[in-house]
T-cell receptor, first 117, second 112 residues
Framework: EPEVTQTPSHQVTQMGQEVILRCVPI?????FYWYRQILGQKVEFLVS????????KSEIFDDQFSVERPDGSNFTLKIRSTKLEDSAMYFC???????????????FGPGTRLTVL | AQSVAQPEDQVNVAEGNPLTVKCTYS??????LFWYVQYPNRGLQFLLK??????LVKGSYGFEAEFNKSQTSFHLKKPSALVSDSALYFC??????????FGGGTRLMVKP
């Protein structure tokens, strides 16, 4: 069964450093997402991406965040200058195209645990 | 703004007994509701969804959920719990776009 994959599984970085989290969505999916879950808190939406542009973003997704689909398979989240409060589990997700009347579920990867020291 | 509430941090049930994990939601417009399960060190796995149609939705692993519009609820149920059902369960509502808003999660503990 196809699945979303994420690398690395755990990333440790120093405050102020840039990190790139990588995701390979399911191959025929067209919508891509990033969510995060701070330890002990809810899963929070960051951004959705379709047709090579951001389609929706939350207040969390400020100027220090960016997303990119650099090739036909990868989807990345970049944090330019990490802060302590960016420490969280980051989940990538993808979904198939949305046809009229059909809302397809999002398939999630296993997550990348980001630790900012 | 949409929101989801899962009033129980943890639900304990004996194996073989029925289980219910509660979820209530608040959204303007039609609700699109989802249940996901998270096992340790794993991502969120889709269980089932309600978009329209029958209020009782059947999903993976024998789970089902009942949509109740008047009570704005979407409780997850299973007639007979298994020890392997022990996990963290998340209810979510989707907006007109693609954003999922999750509840805080409920830990289900099924004891032998």
């Amino acid at each position: 069964e196809p699945e979303v994959t994420q690398t690395p599984s755990h990333q440790v970085t120093q405050m102020g450093q840039e990190v790139i989290l990588r995701c390979v969505p399911i191959s025929n999916h067209l919508y891509f997402y990033w969510y995060r879950q701070i330890l002990g808190q809810k899963v929070e939406f960051l951004v959705s991406f379709y047709n090579n542009e951001i389609s929706e973003k939350s207040e969390i997704f400020d100027d220090q965040f960016s997303v990119e689909r650099p090739d036909g398979s990868n989807f990345t989240l970049k944090i330019r200058s990490t802060k302590l409060e960016d420490s969280a589990m980051y989940f990538c997700a993808s979904s198939a195209s949305r046809t009229r009347g059909s809302y397809n579920e999002q398939f999630f990867g296993p997550g990348t645990r980001l630790t900012v020291l | 703004a949409q929101s989801v509430a899962q009033p129980e941090d943890q639900v304990n049930v004996a194996e073989g007994n029925p289980l219910t994990v509660k979820c209530t939601y608040s959204v303007s417009g039609n609700p699109y509701l989802f249940w996901y399960v998270q096992y340790p060190n794993r991502g969120l796995q889709f269980l089932l969804k309600y978009i329209t149609g029958d209020n009782l939705v059947k999903g993976s692993y024998g789970f089902e959920a009942e949509f109740n519009k008047s009570q704005t609820s979407f409780h997850l149920k299973k007639p007979s719990a298994l020890v392997s059902d022990s996990a963290l369960y998340f209810c979510a509502v989707r907006n007109a776009g693609n954003m999922l808003t999750f509840g805080g999660g409920t830990r289900l503990m099924v004891k032998p």
